[in-house]
């Protein structure tokens, strides 16, 4: 495949399906891009994804939000944003337990999972398979939250977007996050998260 | 909603939001600030209803509150918890300081606290840093302020200067753009860098030999400079990202009404021709995923049981119809009591003809029904002698006899409903 040295068109690559692999663009591209994407308040980010069959890491870009330029629409009520069902959101928290199981770490890309699992866990909350399902495959994949990975899932290239004030917020309520009994919550590492460095 | 008031109300929130930092040092708590806009809405008509009032002896509380309906304030609670809360706390006095007074007259105070409010809310405080300097200014030039004030004076600048700075400077580096354009707005660098090294001129022109004065002064000017940089910073960076981003947030509505009127269909034409929508992906905040884990509850119609019937919510049927039966065999013994008149026996034949019909068979089948009761002391007798009455309503009948069996004391016992029970206890 021809690397892409226009920056409008990679940006539009990104744009439109969340993510792109960085070894498709040039090095001139990509510096452009960086600047364009910081001009317009968001940021050009890069995360090792694992590949498909395992053998290694491929480099990954996609778009953030630069820390003041980060929509806060929960505060201010200023405009309007899409939000999604509360059976999609538990969905989603669904998603973020199975991929994110210890809290020390960064939730992306964190681990795999399968659909079934997410249907187990959710079922034990009362959340019935076909909504669960509805939740997967219309609106969190299309939104990049999750993508397809083998036969599996995983989280997609939206929640490596995800800002790093909300990150931290949700480290808070982690031990929250819907898993299936048989995975335990480190705790060890909670306390050691919690405590204070000095 | 209407887009003028739902924007007034927004700009009242900001408004509020900004005097709490002013109101902070006098506060009692933090709840000092009314988050209310409509109660800010309040005050403001309230002091132009008083202040508009031609008459000296001010306006009955009724009178304010009819003038207020006027404006559109319609929520008579909300007037009369603020009207309560204006007069405890001074904005609005009796005009006499006297009990049962009807009248009320507004505190200028008041009304002035309300214009500096305003501007706060508008100027972000900008104004009371110029003013300061204009007055420092011009009390040295008067010979006001002895050496010690002067010194003051120039630190309180320096200060406001330096607190401003700081200010710009977190909003440069962090704010979304259209915070740092309102913030940006209110600030007047040229103007205030006119008005420091004017200040510093004739603090060292006056003081020529007093050099710490002379220090005071020209640190006032060192914080001028760093305020002038952010002021310039905050341009700069409103210039570069408003203007690539092609950020709407940039220019006000008005601005954007002018252009629309002014432009050139070109011009106008051009506006959109790089901006670039991104689909509207959904917006997941921790709070709104923390509620979702918290508050979701399956929908799962499940059958309850209905409530148990409390002890004496229902009577006993079998007990009501007894109580019933028992009823009308009182009152059955009561109505032979009234034909016997007190007598052992009475012939009923001529009273059942005069009843008519159908009384006359209800009547007949009553006291055959006594009659039949063994527990009851009448018996009833019929006559075989059959009387025909073709033209009378009762067309035929037998003679009826009814007679008392037992004696009438025992018989008057038993119509007492609760001789049993009186018995026995």
Redesign the interface.
Known sequence: MKPLSDPAVVLAALRAGGALSASVVTASALEEVRARAEASGRVLLHYAQPSANGNGHSRVLTLGWSPHATPSPEDDNAYLVRRLTPTARLTWACCLGLAWPDRSTEPHPGESFSASLVIDVAAELGLGSPWVKNALYNDLIPAHLVEAFGSGLRLGPAAAAIPPAFVEAIRRFHDQLPRPDQIPVDTSTSESFEEDPD | MDPIRESGDSNDKALLRRLRSFIAPIANDASAVTEDPHALKMARDLSEVFADHAGLTGLTKAEAEHALARLGHHDSALFESRFELFLRMGLISPFLEKKHQQRYVLDPSGLAGLLVFERLGARGGVDEMLLLLDRTRWMIERGDLDRAAIKLCLNRCRHLLSVYAAKLARLV?????SELIDEHRNHEGTQIEKNVHSLNKLVTDRFSGDHELGDVAFRLVEAELVYRQQVLAAVARVL??GG??LDFSVLTAEQYLTAAREGTAGELADVGTNV?V?????????????????????R?RVSVRPPVPTAGGESDPIGAMRARHERVVRQRAHRMERYLQGRQGVDLTDALRAAGWPSAAEQLMEVLAISADPDQQFTVELGQMLIVDAQGVVTYMHPVFLQRTGSRAGQEAKLQPDAGEKAGT
């Open positions: 580096g962090t704010a979304p753009i570069d990202q690539v981003t670039v991104d689909p509207p992906l959904p917006w997941i905040d921790p709070g709104s995923l923390q509620d979702a884990i918290e508050e979701y509850r399956p799962v």
